[in-house]
């Protein structure tokens, strides 16, 4: 069984930086492909960031690019995400997902985490 666990959202100021963790278990994700995404109140859940585990290419969302870094530790089976010069329209909830063959919509990542609530003040 699939388990994907975040930790690390908080509130931080607006040009602050938090990191968040995604620690996955089950099964081997060498093969998978692994992913942010974040949903506002009211908003569509939004592509942020994704890479594959076995390493690569890194994938951004338009909003994210230059601030925000997707990594992985293969020691921890952990999945990062380095947020950097926050703003407020970043607040949001955060979730972490990994799918064999993900597409470029949230339909088709088939495992999710719960989420970790970021709010950045003004």
């Known amino acids: 069984q699939v388990q994907l666990v975040e930790s690390g959202g908080g509130l931080v100021q607006a040009g602050g930086s938090l990191r968040l963790s995604c620690a996955a278990s089950?099964?081997?994700?060498?093969?998978?492909?692994m992913g942010w995404f974040r949903q506002a109140p009211g908003k569509e859940r939004e592509f942020v960031a994704a890479m594959r585990w076995s390493g690569g290419s890194t994938y951004y969302g338009d909003s994210v690019k230059g601030r925000f870094t997707i990594s992985r530790d293969n020691a921890k089976n952990t999945v990062y995400l380095q947020m950097n010069s926050l703003k407020p329209e970043d607040t949001a909830v955060y979730l972490c997902?990994?799918?064999?063959?993900?597409?470029?919509?949230?339909?088709?990542?088939?495992?999710w985490g719960q989420g970790t609530q970021v709010t950045v003040s003004s």
């Open positions: 089950g099964r081997t994700f060498s093969s998978h492909g």
């Open positions: 997902a990994a799918d064999t063959s993900p597409g470029s919509t949230w339909q088709t990542w088939n495992y």
